[in-house]
């Protein structure tokens, strides 16, 4: 019964895939090789590699470095810092790129894109590894201290391969999250092969050749989750145990404690001060800053419905592909959970323009409904929801189970008695991770939502790309208020995660 479900999962995460291909087929094998071969193609595509790459590679860095001084080091106020870190993920990258755009022209290049999209998407590695470490037994690294190990080699050769798999999960979401970029990526006038795609909807509706971006998107997508899983690989980290007791001994920054103070506050600074003052800054004094105190609310209350709405279905929908991929390992089940993940690397608007075509030629009385929506929002953000529930999934000890299965337990019970409740922080997190992704949500909103439905990110799109940037603003800190609760949520979450 639990593949069945499993495999329907994926079924329905593979749609726009399967509608990506039929479309492209229309073109023929000659056409779509001129297509590919033209030089803008290649200007494209090298955008977006180095974008993937430099993405990435400076994601991880700050979220590994960051989850490190937080958690293994002496700095003053790490709870003040951890929520600092965290607060990135409550200010959307299309809302860092406004805030950047209307304060300064010089980020609209390569190394402007690199660091709003990093700015915005660290958050990603850093949740996930402090919550790692917070789950290391600290008497790991104490015996590799006593053998003579110095710090640097103690975090290379023991702290980060035992928290390589959230590492890894985070830098997934990350690169996944960049090859479908679009509205940060539009303001910096850094064109990439999703910015392409939507401009080439924009001439020719559901065209073939867009789809083929697509499907090139879809390789990438594979390229690495293929990289993951090969790096990740098959090793068991569950314990039965709670390992030693105690703090981890934090090392002594020393002379180091001014230049990390200043480190972490420049960051902070970057990353929220620069949006921030552009939106109070334009709604103070913007000349279009005049707002409709009923639009606003009524916005609020659609993007607070859906968001939830949103959040609650993906992670539903998570469980039983992690459940299958983490107990039942095998060809069958890794290909599951890895299908999941194919529709993420698409703009939103090839999901939104899949589920259109579908629902009309198979389901017309639910065409722009709110069902197409959520399903919308599902495919979209499911891998986010199945990175977040994996996580705790595979530190639940199997032995458990079995013990109750021994006990007359069956596995209904097994599962709403033992496991449930063991990965209930990561089904916590996944739902808040999720519903802060559909409130920022924008393409696939702006063509599934039903007539007459604003949210949020939609009216702030609206003005935004019109440069009324006094009009947006207030969109813009509505949606970043709105958002500070789910990223409160995930920033206790991860700190609580050892317990």
Known sequence: MLLVVGVGVAALTLVPLGYVLWTTAELGADEARDFLWRPRIGELLWNTVRLLVAGVAASAVLGVVGAWVVERTD???RGWWHGLLCAPLAVPAFVNGYGWVSTTHAVQSFPGAVMVVTLSYYPLVYLPTVAALRRLDPAVEEVATSLGRGGWSVFA??????????????ALLVGLHLLAEYGALQLLNYPTLTTA???????VFNGPEATLLALVLVSFCLLLLGLELLLRGHRRRSRVG?????????????????????????????????????LVRWLLRGTSAAVDLGELSGAVVTTLGLAVSGGVTATALAVPVVWLAVRNRGLVTTAVERSVYTASAMPGIVIA????????????SLYQTVVVLLVGYTILFLPRAVVSVRSTFELVPPGLEEVARNLGCTGPGVARRVTLPLVL??????????????????????LLAPLGTDTLATRFWSDASSIAYGAAAPYGLALIVLSIPSTWLLGRLSIRSAS
């Open 425 to 446: 922080p990561g089904l916590t997190a996944a739902t808040a991770l999720v519903s802060l992704a559909v409130a920022t949500e924008l393409t696939a909103t702006l």
């Open 157 to 170: 050769r023991v702290t980060l391969p035992a928290v390589s798999p959230a590492v890894l999960g985070g």
């Open 75 to 77: 700095v003053p106020g």
């Open 242 to 278: 709670s390992g030693s007791s105690g703090d981890p001994v934090r090392i002594r920054l020393g002379r180091m404690r001014l230049p990390v103070l200043a480190g972490l506050t420049g960051l902070a600074l970057w990353a929220l001060g620069v949006p921030l003052a552009a």
């Open 353 to 364: 323009l899949a589920l259109v075509t579908v629902s009309i030629r198979l389901v017309p």
């Open 197 to 203: 795609i939507l401009q080439q909807y924009a001439t």
